[in-house]
């Protein structure tokens, strides 16, 4: 099994630290963290995940752009978006498609299980 | 045989035994004759004397007859001696013919002749010197039917010599007819064998026709007693058997006339039992003639009760003994029934009258010499104005004077003018009653001019001082309503069936910034916003038809401005007792304010259901962790999970805090307990609760302490303090300072009471200067965003101006954009207090 490489934005420390054991220790999967999109941006360039994690309820300024570079690059090349968000069921997944995200992770999560949801939505083997 | 009447007198008295007697007898003929002309000429009433005379006559013609026949004979024998006095008497006897209307006459049975006296042609209506007519002639003038009874007398005298008097009408030649009264008797010869016929024939007409006028003035009176309503009838005294009773009796009584004349006494058995002793009194009163008329019941036949009236005469005798009871009984049911009707009628009036609830009915009268007067009243003036109706009867002035002067003076101008113009009199009087209270009355009453000169009105008289106080009390209720209507803090309009506005009060027009007038010629669909329309036509046929009492919506109205105003309306239909929708009834609620708060309130929920998410997520995902025992063997991973988990279960608590304070500071329920306290001491508390949280940004807190003692609640001022350090550190950026001051100060220009004045200073981004004011209301952030960095639940502000302001103190900002803000907050020392 191939260690998959998992990118997660998220401008919450301790959610940040939370994501981080759950993936790295439970789902096997290497961790890259970012504490603000415009990090998470850099972080793309350099590491290439498989997948990025982002949760959009950032304070950060200008949000919005570097959300839309963020997925300008996921559509380049083929790296799926997942959103962390705590109205996450307020979207359809067709609604979070056109959104250019491949999926959500709702707020709070179940930390045993998030890495093999997140293999589900993205269509990972196990 | 000789020739002519006169010849034929003469032989005829040749064979007569004439004497002188025979004139006695002519002369009262003669007298009765004339009389009876004289009558029959007169007036009818005289009739029944005529026929005496005329009986008279008869009578007398006939003893005069049988005298002629008589004494002729005798003139015969005494002719040959006598033949002056014949020819006296033959001119007598002529002059008597004459005047008796008789004629007399011979027949020879031989040689068929008849001789005729000169009087006979006379009767016949024929000249006297008209030749002698032959049997046949003579029978052909008598008409059918009494001409055969005249030949068969005629024929019976001839053949047994018996006289005959028959009675028949003759026909002359003018073609009138007369009655005769014809005598005949046969003559034998020497040999008994009968030769002659000879007679008389008396003009009988005047009497025959007196006769007729009797019988048909006799039918007549039949007629009209049979005819008649009334029962006439005559009562022998002396028998009291009944002479005559007519047809009527059987009508009325329904027994018959021949059952009364069987049994006089049954009429007693008719009367009403109850009448039978009245009756029987009277009728002896009617024999002393103190009482002519008696009215009593009875019984007929088929057991009706009838109303009968009799009216007796009695007749009496030459000498004063009653004969007779003559009299007519009459029906009189029905003017009884009259009378009873207006009796009862008179009854119900008056009872009405007396009875009349709160008014009295009144007959008043002005004659010229009397003034006004009233000539009745009934009892309902007692009860209005305590005055009798006697009292009032006999001194009109007593009710005058209880009417309220300028009511008087109105009072009697119209009098005045309803007599003069007998127009209707109708106003409304006040009065007070003899216990002096004021008292309302209305009156109506019409005038009539009687033949005597004087005006009478009928009129009644009402209390309606209940129905003025209603009045008052409805105006009141009106202008209460009316006030409450125009004064509502809320829209009011009343609005037709068809929408249009009918009644808008001012609070509507000021929302929607019409005019009352230009908003009454509008429809509501006009200013309602087209996509809430059909929402509002939906329910309108519903609450039309009174399916529904009331509707509510929410809709926008287009205010003149043309800006869209969220609105609740409610909406309920008045129906009139048919059930028509006569208009409905709108209030108007603005909402803008609501839904501000609602919009607030939702996003309240969303801020912090998005706050609390965030620790719990993290304290979650931290004990889930841990529970699965991947960091059994790494303590030092494990521990780190932990601090995670006790961080953010801290942050849960304080923004649990929070809500919960500003919950409790907002609806009131939490008084703050006052307490003297040393400034020094609340702001390094409140230093000390800050300064982790500066520590972690590297921020510098700086305090410049007072000296001085404070009526306050600790725990109050140190939350103020606390969350203006904390949003300051919040936003501040890394290694900044914050100050913190206090000073005292006057509380305003005018007083000499001293305030602490609190300062806490940064120099973070700033604020805008159009959200210096709305920062410290509920959920009110610069930036929405700013809740999910710095923490902040967006009631921090709020619960500072809350708790300042339970001080009596106030609390505001200063900032300048990009260079920091200063915020201010007042607490009165409250030295004086406790």
């Not at chain 1, 839309?68 to 690059?73: A, S, V």
């Not at chain 2, 009245?278 to 009838?306: C, M, P």
């Not at chain 2, 009860?383 to 300028?406: C, F, K, M, Y």
């Amino acid at each position: 099994m191939v260690a998959r490489l998992v990118l997660v934005i998220e401008h919450e420390a301790c959610i940040r630290e939370v994501l981080e054991a759950c993936l790295r220790d439970l789902g096997g999967w290497i961790i890259v963290l970012a504490s603000s999109i415009k990090e998470g941006i850099n972080l793309c360039e350099q590491q290439r995940p498989d997948v990025i994690l982002i949760d959009t309820s950032t304070p950060e300024i200008d949000a919005l752009l570097f959300i839309e570079e963020l997925k300008f690059y996921s559509t380049k090349y083929f790296v799926p978006i997942l959103l962390i968000s705590s109205r996450a069921n307020w979207l359809s997944a067709e609604r979070l498609r056109q959104m250019g995200f491949a999926g959500v992770i709702n707020k709070p999560f179940n930390p045993l299980t998030l890495s093999q949801h997140i293999s589900q939505t993205l269509g990972w083997s196990a | 045989m000789a020739s002519s009447p006169l010849g034929s007198f003469r032989s005829t008295l040749v064979n007569l035994p004439l004497g002188g007697v025979v004139l006695l007898p002519v002369v009262p003929l003669a007298l009765g004759v004339l009389a009876l002309t004289q009558h029959l000429g007169s007036s009818p009433g005289s009739l029944a004397t005529g026929v005496l005379l005329l009986g008279s006559a008869i009578a007398l013609a006939r003893v005069a007859t049988a005298l002629i026949d008589q004494r002729f004979a005798h003139l015969k024998q005494i002719h040959q001696q006598t033949e002056d006095a014949l020819r006296q008497s033959e001119a007598n006897l002529l002059q008597t013919q004459q005047i008796a209307q008789l004629g007399s006459w011979e027949l020879d049975l031989v040689t068929q002749s008849i001789t005729w006296s000169e009087e006979l042609f006379r009767i016949f209506g024929l000249n006297s010197a008209h030749p002698q007519l032959s049997f046949d002639q003579v029978m052909a003038a008598i008409p059918d039917g009494d001409r055969e009874r005249l030949a068969v007398a005629i024929d019976q005298a001839i053949a047994d010599g018996s006289p005959y008097e028959v009675e028949h009408r003759i026909c002359r030649p003018d073609g009138t007819t007369r009655y005769l009264l014809s005598r005949g008797q046969a003559k034998a010869n020497d040999s008994q064998q009968i030769v002659k016929l000879f007679g008389t024939a008396l003009d009988i007409s005047d009497r025959k026709q007196a006769e007729l006028a009797l019988q048909e003035s006799e039918t007549r009176f039949q007629e009209m007693a049979q005819t008649l309503n009334q029962v006439s009838y005559v009562v022998s005294l002396r028998s009291g058997e009944y002479l005559y009773i007519s047809l009527a009796y059987e009508r009325l009584w329904g027994y018959s006339c021949e059952s009364l004349y069987q049994d006089p006494k049954s009429w007693l058995k008719r009367i009403y039992p109850d009448d039978l002793d009245y009756v029987s009194e009277t009728f002896n009163q009617l024999l002393t003639g103190q009482q002519k008329r008696i009215e009593y019941r009875i019984l007929t036949a088929n057991g009706d009760v009838r109303w009968v009236e009799s009216e007796s005469l009695i007749v009496k005798d030459e000498n004063g003994n009653p004969l007779r009871v003559v009299g007519l009984a009459d029906d009189i049911t029905h003017r009884k029934q009259v009378e009873a009707t207006l009796r009862d009628q008179e009854a119900k009036l008056r009872a009405i009258g007396d009875n009349l609830p709160r008014g009295f009915i009144y007959q008043l009268v002005h004659s010229p010499d009397r003034g006004f007067y009233y000539s009745y009243i009934s009892a309902g003036i007692e009860r209005i104005t305590g005055l009798t109706p006697e009292a009032v009867i006999q001194n009109p002035s007593l009710l005058w004077d209880s009417l309220i002067e300028e009511d008087r003076l109105m009072c009697d101008q119209l009098m005045q003018q309803s007599l003069k113009a007998l127009s209707l009199l109708e106003t409304q009087i006040r009065v007070r009653n003899v216990a002096e209270k004021m008292q309302w009355l209305t009156t109506v009453a019409v005038p009539r001019r009687m033949e005597d000169g004087s005006t009478v009105w009928d009129g009644v008289m009402v209390d309606i001082t209940s129905l003025k106080q209603a009045e008052t009390a409805l105006r009141n209720s009106e202008e209460l309503f009316r006030s409450a209507f125009d004064d509502a803090p809320i829209g009011i309009a009343l609005i037709s069936p068809i929408g249009e506005f009918l009644k808008v009060n001012q609070y509507l027009c000021n929302l929607l910034g019409y005019s009352q007038k230009e908003l009454l010629e509008l429809c509501f669909q006009d200013i309602t916003h087209p996509g809430d329309l059909n929402q509002n036509w939906q329910g309108w046929p519903q609450i039309l038809e009174g399916e529904l009492s009331n509707l509510e919506i929410k809709k926008r109205y287009i205010s003149k401005q043309g800006a869209a105003i969220p609105v609740l309306i409610n909406t309920s239909f008045v129906h009139d007792i048919d059930g028509t929708p006569l208009y409905c009834i709108e209030h108007v609620q603005d909402i803008r304010e609501q839904l501000k708060v609602e919009c607030m309130k939702d996003e309240f929920v969303s801020i912090v259901s998005h706050e609390l998410r965030t620790p719990i997520t993290s304290i979650n995902g931290s004990l889930v962790l841990l529970d699965s025992g991947i960091y059994d063997a790494r303590p030092e991973k494990a521990r780190n999970m932990l601090q995670v988990a006790i961080r953010n279960s801290d942050r849960l608590v304080r923004l649990v805090d929070n809500i919960l304070s500003f919950e409790r500071l907002e609806s009131g329920k939490v008084q703050l307990e006052k307490e003297h306290c040393q400034v020094a001491t609340l702001l390094y508390q409140a230093i000390d609760a800050v300064q982790p949280l500066a520590d972690q940004s590297g921020i510098t807190l700086a305090l410049t302490p007072l000296t001085a003692t404070l009526w306050a609640a600790p725990d109050g001022i140190i939350q103020v303090l606390t969350n203006l350090l904390s949003n300051a550190v919040k936003f501040s950026s890394q290694g900044g300072t914050i100050c913190m001051n206090a000073s005292t100060e006057r509380s305003n220009a005018e007083s000499s009471d001293l305030s602490v004045l609190f300062t806490v200073q940064d120099h973070g981004r700033g604020i805008p200067a159009d959200k210096l004011e709305t920062i410290f209301e509920q959920f009110q952030q610069v930036d929405a965003s700013d809740s999910r960095r710095r923490g902040g639940t967006g009631l921090g502000l709020s619960i500072c101006k809350n708790i300042v302001e339970q001080h009596g103190g106030s609390i505001w900002v200063e900032s300048c954009l990009g260079q920091g803000s200063t915020f201010f907050f007042t607490v009165p020392l409250g030295c004086n207090e406790r």
